[in-house]
C-alpha cells in the first residue's frame, strides 16, 4: 500500500525507486515532469521519451505556444494518480518512460534551430527510443519526423487538426502551416499512406494526403474514420502528430489559431484509442499556448492527449513489473 499513500512520496521525478507503476503524490506539488515520471537524460534501457520543444518562432497568428511543453507537465500531475481511462492497464508496467526534458536551442539564431531540434531528437532515436513531445508551435514535427525517417524511412502522417499545414511554400521558409508540403516534398513522409483529420480551413491542393475534414467526421463517425486510417496507413511505420485546435476552441481555447466547429475530447480519446496496434514509432501533442488559455483546460486535454498516446505505445507490450 505504500505506492498509494499520497502523502510518504514527494517530487517522485527526481525520487522515484524504479521506472515501472504508479506511485501516488499530491496533485497540487511536487517537481511536475510529465506524469510524475523520472527526469533523466539516461536512455539506456528506456522505451519512450516525452520531449518538451518550447518554440513558436513559426507560428502565424498568436504566440505563446513555447510555453506549452511547462503547461502541459503542469497539467499532467492531475492525471498521474490512477491508470487512464479508458485503457484497462497502466502504461507504466509495460513501458520504461523518462521525461527528457527539453530541447536547447538559441532562439537568437532562428535559422539554425530546425536542426538543433533534429538533432536532439537523433540522438533519441540513434538510441532505439521512441519519442513522444510537447510542442511548441506545429513546426516541431516538421525536424522530428528527419530524425525519424533516417531510422525508419518514409513515414505515414496521422495527423489532426483544424488546418491542412500543406499550403505550397518555397524551399527553406519556416512556417507552421507549410512544414507537411515540404515532408512530403523531401519524402520524409509519403502521403499516399497518410491521413489528415479534422480540417476546418479551405485547401484544395491535398498534395496526395487522404483529407478527413469536419465534414466527413461528424457524417461518416469515429468508425468510419478509424476505419479508414488503418487501411491507408497498414504496417508502414507511422507518426501521430495532434494540434491541440483540432479540438473545439471550447474544449481548447488556449491555442495560437483556433477555428470553431471542432471536436471534443472525449471524440479525441475514442479516435487515438482507435489505432491501437498499428506501427508507431513517434507522436507529439502541439500548440498548446497557455497564455490563451482558461482553467488549464488546453493544457489538461493536451496532457490527456499525450497520456492516451502512451497507451498506444503500450498497448502490445507485455508487463515488466
Known amino acids: 500500500m505504500a505506492d498509494f499513500d499520497q502523502y510518504s512520496n514527494g517530487d ?13 503524490e499530491p496533485m497540487y506539488s511536487g517537481a511536475t515532469s510529465f506524469l510524475r515520471r523520472n527526469y533523466s537524460k539516461n536512455l539506456e534501457g528506456v522505451d519512450v521519451a516525452v520531449v ?16 506549452g511543453p511547462r503547461s502541459v507537465r503542469a497539467a499532467s500531475t492531475n492525471l498521474a494518480w490512477a491508470s487512464p481511462w479508458p485503457w484497462t492497464f497502466d502504461p ?12 536547447v536551442f538559441d532562439p537568437g539564431y532562428p535559422d539554425k534551430v530546425p536542426d538543433e531540434i533534429e538533432a536532439c531528437f537523433d540522438r533519441i532515436c540513434d538510441a532505439g527510443v521512441t519519442p513522444l513531445s510537447i510542442g511548441g508551435d506545429h513546426f516541431v514535427t516538421y525536424p522530428v519526423i528527419k530524425a ?13 487538426d483544424a488546418h491542412s499545414d500543406t499550403w505550397t511554400d518555397e524551399d527553406g521558409r519556416i512556417d507552421h502551416g507549410t512544414m507537411f508540403y515540404h515532408a512530403a516534398k523531401k519524402g520524409y513522409v509519403d502521403p499516399e499512406r497518410s491521413v489528415q483529420l479534422g480540417m476546418r480551413t479551405v485547401n484544395k491542393d491535398t498534395h496526395g494526403y487522404l483529407v478527413l475534414d469536419a465534414d466527413w467526421l461528424n457524417s461518416r463517425g469515429i468508425e468510419a474514420a478509424i476505419e479508414q486510417v488503418r487501411s491507408r496507413v497498414g504496417d ?7 494540434d491541440v485546435d483540432f479540438l473545439d476552441p471550447s474544449c481548447a481555447p488556449g491555442t495560437g489559431t483556433p477555428v470553431c466547429g471542432g471536436f471534443n475530447t472525449y471524440q479525441a480519446i475514442q479516435l487515438i484509442k482507435g489505432l491501437a496496434g498499428l506501427n508507431i514509432v513517434g507522436c507529439d501533442v502541439v500548440e498548446v499556448a ?8 488546453t493544457a489538461l486535454a493536451g496532457a490527456t492527449i499525450a497520456t492516451n498516446m502512451l497507451c498506444l505505445l503500450a498497448h502490445d507490450k507485455p508487463e515488466k513489473a
Open 52 to 67: 518538451g520543444i518550447p518554440y513558436d518562432l513559426a507560428t502565424s497568428n498568436r504566440p505563446g505556444a513555447r510555453l
Open 12 to 24: 517522485l521525478a527526481f525520487t522515484r525507486r524504479g521506472p515501472y507503476g504508479t506511485q501516488v
Open 290 to 297: 497557455p497564455p490563451f488559455d482558461h482553467a488549464e483546460m
Open 236 to 242: 508502414n511505420p507511422c507518426y501521430i502528430t495532434f
Open 148 to 160: 525519424l525517417t533516417k531510422k525508419h524511412g518514409p513515414l505515414s502522417l496521422i495527423h489532426f
Open 92 to 103: 507504466f508496467k509495460r513501458l520504461h518512460v523518462i521525461d527528457y526534458g527539453d530541447c
